[in-house]
């Protein structure tokens, strides 16, 4: 399937419009002068996002280009004598990543998915680089309209709402909402009936690690019929979404949802809904930095959007949308957790050392649970010094503070580490995503970690 040339409507502006809006007085002739200051505007557009965090009395600090995550988290652990886990979070790379989507995917805007990770000041931040949010619930909603998030920047994209929550966002003026059953659009006609749906079709899902089509999502072969029966209650339905699953492996599975969301259009346009013009192609993106996958994702999904709207000339009047979380979260914090005890592996049969560190499966590393990742320790020595020509790991066991055998960061089996002290730390890259959201941080008594912010 080649690639060629499409303009969708609504391309995402954010990077430049946050740039121009900072060089107005430069600038009058935009357009003809954005190739020339591209590379000027992302310098300055950082700076910008650095800015804006400091204006709201938020402590962040700067740090060099040059400096590694390992030598920023040891230079926080010496300037505040820390001794207990502390999440470092990078607003840079929330720019970064943000930067990256627009100029990967440009004509897709994204609704940022508050469960992955509500952080007040990543929410901020993605509020004023032009990304809108994608909310499950009253509390999400209320959030991001705290924040001064216009409503029409919101998409309530759960299939299945409570009744209150339908009330709240009709009250806030929240319109554009999921749905994928009959029962839910005899609920929207009684408490919202001016709402504007998006019909959630079921995805070939099984490439990804959390998959969701067997919760949500209509069959594409009864959109037809769901559709007439909303317009018989004088519903206005405005698009369709789906949702490859979370942590999607196969760049494909994008290409063979749009073909069934323009299926979808098609009917709609049977039934002569001309407001049908919103294409939602939900999540799945990886959080890694300069990950090879999202490269190849973009590309599937450029590639299909040219395919299936560019050929009748559709694609001019369709909004396409995506609600990534991961994306934009993961790579922004980086957990530190202390050993605070250890046995030695010396006695053990298999030669197992096991350290015990102050965070855990009942919190940052529910993801073990829920999300099913698998962790990767660094060594960060504190106390300890390393050994002279280099040094041999050991089969090494995790284990969270609280009594209960389940917390364990290792539950795939050992991971080689080399001996640690008492006060030294364990680094864990990539924890923005589904860790702190989904915590219960207080279980047996035990607190969560601290934050500090930087950018870099």
Not at 148 to 172: L, Y
Not at 321 to 334: C, K, L, M, S, Y
Not at 340 to 368: H, M, W
Not at 377 to 383: D, K, M
Request: overall charge negative; proline content about 5%.
């Amino acid at each position: 399937m080649g690639e060629s040339t499409l303009v969708f409507s609504r391309p995402v502006a954010g990077i430049r419009e946050l740039f121009f809006s900072a060089t107005r007085d430069e600038s009058n002739e935009r357009s003809k002068d954005y190739d020339r200051v591209e590379s000027r505007g992302e310098a300055l557009g950082r700076r910008v996002v650095l800015d804006l965090m400091r204006d709201r009395d938020v402590g962040i600090t700067e740090l060099p280009p040059s400096l590694d995550r390992n030598d920023a988290a040891m230079m926080h652990i010496k300037k505040h004598g820390l001794s207990q886990s502390f999440f470092m979070v990078n607003l840079g790379r929330l720019y970064d990543q943000y930067e990256r989507w627009s100029r990967e995917l440009p004509s897709v805007t994204p609704f940022y998915a508050v469960k992955c990770n509500p952080d007040p000041n990543l929410l901020f931040i993605l509020g004023k680089l032009s990304c809108n949010f994608d909310c499950a619930s009253l509390s999400e909603m209320r959030t991001i309209i705290k924040l001064g998030i216009s409503s029409d920047r919101i998409i309530f994209a759960n299939p299945c709402k409570k009744i209150h929550h339908i009330r709240w966002a009709r009250e806030h003026g929240i319109r554009m909402m999921t749905f994928d059953n009959e029962p839910e659009l005899d609920k929207i006609k009684k408490f919202y009936p001016e709402a504007e749906l998006v019909l959630r079709i079921s995805t070939d899902d099984s490439t990804s690690v959390c998959r969701f089509s067997a919760k949500f999502g209509l069959a594409p072969k009864r959109a037809e019929e769901v559709l007439k029966y909303a317009q018989n209650l004088q519903l206005n339905c405005v698009g369709v979404s789906f949702h490859v699953g979370s942590g999607c492996t196969d760049p494909c599975m994008y290409e063979l949802a749009i073909a069934d969301a323009r299926t979808v259009f098609d009917a709609a346009r049977r039934l002569g809904m001309s407001q049908f013009n919103l294409l939602d192609i939900g999540g799945g993106f990886p959080g890694e930095l300069d990950s090879e996958l999202y490269l190849q994702m973009a590309t599937k999904i450029r590639q299909a959007l040219c395919f299936y709207f560019a050929k009748d000339g559709i694609g001019r009047h369709v909004n396409v949308i995506a609600e990534p979380g991961r994306f934009f979260a993961a790579p922004t914090h980086t957990l530190l957790t202390s050993i605070y005890a250890r046995r030695d592996g010396s006695k053990d049969p298999e030669n197992l050392q096991t350290y015990y560190v102050d965070d855990g499966v009942y919190g940052s590393f529910n993801c073990i649970l829920y999300d099913h990742v698998v962790p990767k320790a660094e060594p960060l020595r504190v106390v300890s010094s390393s050994v002279k020509g280099g040094e041999h790991e050991y089969g090494t066991i995790v284990f969270g503070p609280t009594c209960d055998g389940l917390d364990n960061l290792t539950p795939n089996g050992s991971i080689p580490l080399p001996k640690l002290e008492l006060g030294d730390f364990l680094l864990w890259k990539d924890m923005g995503a589904y860790t702190c959201a989904a915590s219960g941080y207080n279980f047996n008594g035990m607190e969560g970690p601290l934050t500090f912010y930087v950018f870099q």
